[in-house]
């Protein structure tokens, strides 16, 4: 799915906005429209234990702060999960009030800081702890914010193969003339979940790949030589949380681009977006982590011999 070039404003299938969002002992929490759980400002500061005032201060001025002690810790505890961020929070609008939504992997980070450094002492070695921190108490955050809005995490009746298969079942009716980019990585995304990926609500790799795509299309004026893209509904099951948004309006393409597409995917993406992608949602927990390089191969396709 191609989300390259979002819709003018008024037309939010394409805004992040929240799809469910609940109180739990005055934690406010909910879930994104594209998968992502998150914590509201106040129910950060209650989860840390600090005044909403600071935690203002702190993620506010974030360029500013994540020079200072307590924000250089916050940013060493990111960065050793991969993420190098310039903002800790997405703007979104609920019912017509504006405000902050972390999402689970920051909020884990100031939590650790708050647990673990804001009021050390002695000198105990607490590295073992903070590691296990890390790994356990990040997946207990995003189990229970997806448990409290009433979306199972773990979808145990809905593997990746259902998974797949609802969503290509629900956008198989694309228009005479062109393709998708769903349904055209329907043979990479089977050998993706054959590989270990985890294909659902919080991994959908074809809006990676859309995004890429949309912009090597606009980049090199590809509409003047195969003609123009055009919108069409993209669809998602039910029980993802990016249903509630209703359908999205993704680009498809000519198939006269198709040849195109093809050996951008083998000769672009594949190689450089690719093992990127998989790596960010490994870290962040929406996947498992594989093993990139063997999946990498399982996925490109193989070339004849050369005479």
Known sequence: ????????????????????????DGIQMGVLNNGTPYLTMRGLSRLCGV???VMTRLTTNWI?????????????????????????YSTIVNQGTETHAYPDSVC??????????????GQFDNSIAIKNFR????????????????IDPENPQRGAWQCFHER???????PFGYYSVFSEMADLTLKMINGGFDFGPASVPDISVGIGWGKHWTNNNLSEKYGERTRHPHVYPDWFPQHKAGAVEAWVYPDDALGEFRRWMQQSYLPTKFPAYITSKAKA???????????????????????
């Open 108 to 121: 884990m980070a100031i939590l650790e800081y708050y647990a673990f450094d804001a009021a050390q002492s």
């Open 168 to 174: 290509l079942q629900l956008n198989a009716q694309v």
């Open 1 to 24: 799915m191609d989300i390259s070039n979002p819709h003018p404003i008024g037309q939010q299938c394409l805004d992040l906005f929240p799809v469910k969002e609940v109180e739990v």
């Open 135 to 150: 790994a356990l108490a990040e997946n207990t955050l995003r189990r229970f914010i997806f448990l409290s809005v009433g």
């Open 64 to 88: 500013e702060e994540r020079s200072k002690p307590r924000g250089k810790k916050i940013d060493g505890i990111l960065q050793a999960k991969g993420l190098r961020l310039t903002k800790l």
């Open 285 to 307: 927990g929406a996947i498992p982590h594989v093993d990139i390089a063997k999946l990498l191969s399982q996925v490109k396709r193989p070339e004849l011999p050369k005479n």
């Open 51 to 53: 005044d909403s005032g």
